[in-house]
């Protein structure tokens, strides 16, 4: 998990080209066979797409963190291996839970991602336009972050952010692959009001969310803070500086607890919800490695 910081930020690497299904897949398989595949001119013939579709998949592979570039160049994380290896636990997401990582992951990555991370943790207007976005995020910017962008970038992100989370419109003359919805579409975590330039992200239960999911996210929170304890509430509502599954998952505070309470009964021993003084809290009783609730999920293969 991964805290937001003045200088650190990305904005406009995607290219403009959302997240689609089967990039970070093929990005992966392309790129075991081998290592320097993005630094190649031939990473187009081998992918199959265009320059600039080249640049965007190695930008949602880092985004997704299911990639990172260290002192051995650009390699797979441990997560990213261990979803999208030939044996690994889901590499065509075939598992909606799998979409949901996903989009923790996209959500809690304000280095890579920053205005996704912005949207989910720091945006809590439930109806607005793509242009109250821009300039949400433009005054966003300008008070929390040191870098500079563009007027023109940041509406490129906030245009990307709409496509990207709500189902598309299938236009006649639109290009077949230019329609195809990106996976995190399916989610429902964005919706176009009919008629309208509004757009909906509304406070759900979110019955669909997995608890294995949602315990990863809940145990990365307690990971990075290094507390015994967390109020609900900022499991519910970002600090702003790290995310909170409350917000990414765009839950109800009753939702969040319902969650809580599901996670509890399904992973035994791992978390407790006490109340002092009427305030909720959650209490870490072991010190489970986020990756563990995932491999509880996908039944430990690797």
């Given at each position: 998990?991964?805290?937001?910081t003045r200088?650190?930020?990305?904005?406009?690497?995607?290219?403009t080209?959302?997240?689609?299904?089967?990039?970070?897949?093929?990005?992966?398989?392309?790129?075991?066979?081998?290592?320097?595949?993005?630094?190649?001119?031939e990473?187009?013939?081998?992918?199959?797409?265009?320059?600039?579709?080249?640049?965007?998949?190695?930008?949602?592979?880092?985004?997704?963190?299911?990639?990172?570039?260290?002192?051995?160049?650009?390699?797979?994380?441990?997560?990213?291996?261990?979803?999208?290896?030939?044996?690994g636990?889901?590499?065509?997401?075939?598992?909606?839970?799998?979409?949901?990582?996903?989009?923790?992951?996209l959500?809690?990555?304000?280095?890579?991602?920053?205005?996704?991370?912005?949207?989910?943790?720091?945006?809590h207007?439930?109806?607005?336009?793509g242009?109250?976005?821009?300039?949400?995020?433009?005054t966003?910017?300008?008070?929390?972050?040191?870098?500079?962008?563009?007027?023109?970038?940041?509406?490129n992100?906030?245009?990307?952010?709409?496509?990207?989370?709500?189902?598309?419109?299938?236009?006649?003359?639109?290009?077949?692959?230019?329609?195809?919805?990106?996976?995190?579409?399916?989610?429902?975590?964005?919706?176009?009001?009919?008629?309208?330039k509004?757009?909906?992200?509304?406070?759900?239960?979110r019955?669909?969310l997995?608890?294995?999911?949602?315990?990863?996210?809940?145990?990365?929170?307690?990971?990075?803070?290094?507390?015994?304890?967390?109020?609900?509430?900022?499991?519910?509502?970002s600090?702003?500086?790290?995310a909170?599954?409350?917000?990414?998952?765009?839950?109800?505070?009753?939702?969040?607890?319902?969650?809580?309470?599901?996670?509890?009964?399904?992973q035994?021993?791992?978390?407790?919800?006490?109340?002092?003084?009427?305030?909720?809290?959650?209490?870490?009783?072991?010190?489970l490695?986020?990756?563990?609730?995932?491999?509880?999920?996908?039944?430990?293969?690797?």
């Amino acid at each position: 998990m991964i805290s937001l910081t003045r200088e650190r930020a990305a904005f406009g690497r995607h290219e403009t080209f959302p997240l689609r299904f089967g990039w970070l897949t093929k990005g992966y398989r392309v790129w075991s066979e081998d290592n320097d595949l993005f630094e190649q001119e031939e990473a187009t013939v081998k992918l199959g797409v265009g320059k600039n579709m080249v640049t965007a998949i190695r930008y949602w592979m880092l985004a997704t963190r299911i990639a990172k570039v260290g002192s051995a160049g650009f390699q797979p994380s441990d997560l990213g291996r261990r979803i999208f290896a030939e044996d690994g636990w889901d590499p065509y997401l075939e598992d909606d839970a799998t979409l949901w990582l996903l989009h923790w992951l996209l959500a809690s990555n304000p280095v890579e991602a920053t205005a996704l991370f912005w949207f989910f943790n720091r945006y809590h207007k439930p109806e607005f336009t793509g242009l109250e976005l821009q300039q949400a995020l433009k005054t966003f910017v300008a008070e929390n972050l040191s870098v500079r962008v563009s007027d023109a970038t940041l509406k490129n992100d906030v245009a990307l952010l709409l496509r990207m989370y709500q189902p598309s419109v299938l236009s006649i003359s639109a290009a077949l692959e230019e329609s195809l919805d990106s996976p995190m579409a399916t989610l429902g975590l964005i919706r176009p009001l009919p008629g309208t330039k509004f757009h909906e992200s509304l406070l759900e239960s979110r019955d669909l969310l997995p608890p294995a999911i949602f315990g990863f996210a809940v145990a990365e929170v307690f990971t990075a803070i290094s507390d015994p304890s967390v109020p609900v509430d900022r499991l519910m509502r970002s600090d702003g500086q790290l995310a909170a599954p409350g917000s990414v998952f765009r839950l109800t505070e009753e939702g969040l607890i319902g969650k809580l309470e599901e996670l509890i009964a399904w992973q035994p021993g791992a978390f407790e919800l006490r109340e002092s003084a009427g305030l909720h809290q959650v209490f870490r009783l072991a010190e489970l490695e986020p990756m563990e609730f995932l491999e509880r999920h996908y039944g430990g293969k690797h």
